[in-house]
């Protein structure tokens, strides 16, 4: 989800790109495991062509490259301290264009170590899901046809990293709005929708689907078709600080929706076939999303790095550092296919929480659509770390 994230989001999303349906196992320990393994464990490994994730990891590196040697990769410098980065770096860097498989994969086995990942419980296993780039009608101007507000983010919403204030909250921020001397929660999605916002200036465009737009928070970045024909592209801002609510979980639990046969399509599907218990369904989800007019190459996820379509990946970046390469063993969600690439940790979502967790980011169109909406895999992952680095994996 998409959504998900700073896309958001992605998430970061990062919010948030992130999915609407509650198919995972039962809460897992907030707590990130790392034991040490080598390339001969990852399943799939020579199969892969890793090549086609090193332009996704070259970007990672120039976000690290602009920090001190001293910085800390992740919560509790779990991924080690940039100066542990920099000659891994420069190696990616230094890859030619055209290079092979072969090649590639000798390049990540010189340069990073596997670890294999758990959560505190010690389970290998976990929930992965697919987030996409949604195409939406819309217009510059209001009309009666096109009535739904994008908005940008407001000048009054304050975004509050926690970490700054206390290590142990590294990862978690809120939001809100400063009220006599006071942060306060900001408007809900609720208000939001009533007009808490109207007469601020704030619409980017307004579109002509209330469905459509709520999907759009969900992946955190989309395609807005003007009526001109233009395609003006947004992505996350910022979120109103409210917690993320799945509405699939309702329907599950309603009977509405069988728990196996859950998609983003089953969704879509059942709001359309009701659309007033629909509307009062979406908006028990406080969590509302914020954009901003994106050029160039995107949508951008929490690292503010281009994602990669099939090789960026949202993660929960209280655990998990961005910028790290991972190795994702699941299954497609078209054809249970094994799926063993290399990617790029580059996003966070609303609704990606857990130490095996993941958000593959699939892409722009109707087939990144028909993945990210059905994907629900089971799956497990390692982390590749430079060789220097042995890490101290934190609690949360």
């Known amino acids: 989800m998409s959504a998900r994230a700073s896309l958001r989001r992605l998430a970061p999303l990062a919010v948030l790109s992130a999915t609407l349906y509650a198919c995972a196992p039962a809460p897992q320990p907030e707590r990130l495991r790392l ?3 080598g390339f001969g464990d990852l399943a799939g490994w020579a199969d892969d062509g890793p090549q086609a994730a090193l332009p996704a990891l070259a970007r990672s590196c120039a976000v690290l490259a602009k920090r001190g040697d001293e910085a800390p990769v992740g919560p509790g410098a779990v991924g080690g301290r940039v100066a542990d980065w920099r000659g891994v770096c420069a190696a ?10 072969a090649a590639a994969r000798r390049l990540i086995e010189t340069r990073f170590r596997p670890w294999a990942a758990t959560d505190g419980a010690g389970y290998a296993d976990g929930l992965f899901t697919g987030y996409y780039e949604p195409e939406l009608n819309g217009a510059r101007t209001r009309s009666a046809r096109f009535n739904v507000p994008v908005l940008m983010r407001p000048k009054d919403l304050v975004t509050v990293d926690l970490g700054r204030f206390a290590p142990d909250l590294s990862g978690r921020r809120i939001a809100g709005r400063v ?3 006071r942060l306060e929660p900001y408007a809900p999605r609720v208000a939001i929708e009533h007009g808490a916002l109207a007469g601020h200036g704030l619409e980017i465009a307004w579109v002509d689907d209330p469905i459509d737009a709520f999907f759009l ?19 996350y801002a910022a979120a109103n600080g409210h917690g993320y609510t799945a509405i699939g979980r309702a329907l599950i639990e309603r009977g509405a929706i069988a728990r196996e046969n859950m998609s983003m399509q089953a969704i879509r599907a059942w709001l359309r076939a009701h659309p007033m218990e629909g509307r009062a369904l979406m908006a028990t989800n406080a969590s509302y999303v914020f954009f901003r007019r994106l050029s160039g190459d995107g949508p951008v996820g929490a690292q503010g790095v281009a994602l990669t379509p099939g090789r960026s990946l949202a993660v929960d970046t209280r655990l998990v550092p961005l910028g790290v390469p991972v190795w994702l063993d699941t299954t497609d969600p078209l054809d ?7 990617m790029v940790a580059q996003d966070t979502g609303g609704a990606i929480r857990g130490a095996v967790r993941g958000d593959v ?5 109707a087939a990144a659509a028909e993945r990210a909406g059905r994907m629900k895999q089971t799956g497990r992952w390692f982390i590749l770390l430079p ?4 890490p101290a994996a934190p609690v949360s």
Request: avoid cysteine; aromatic fraction near 6%; proline fraction near 8%.
């Open 35 to 37: 034991a040490p393994a």
């Open 92 to 101: 990616i860097a230094a890859a030619p264009p055209g290079i092979d498989a």
């Open 179 to 181: 009220a006599g001397g």
């Open 217 to 235: 928070h969900i992946q955190g970045s989309g395609r807005i078709r003007l009526r001109d024909g233009t395609m003006l592209r947004v992505g």
């Open 336 to 342: 249970d296919r094994p799926l063993r690439r290399l």
């Open 361 to 365: 980011f699939w892409g722009f169109g």
């Open 387 to 390: 060789r220097a680095v042995q």
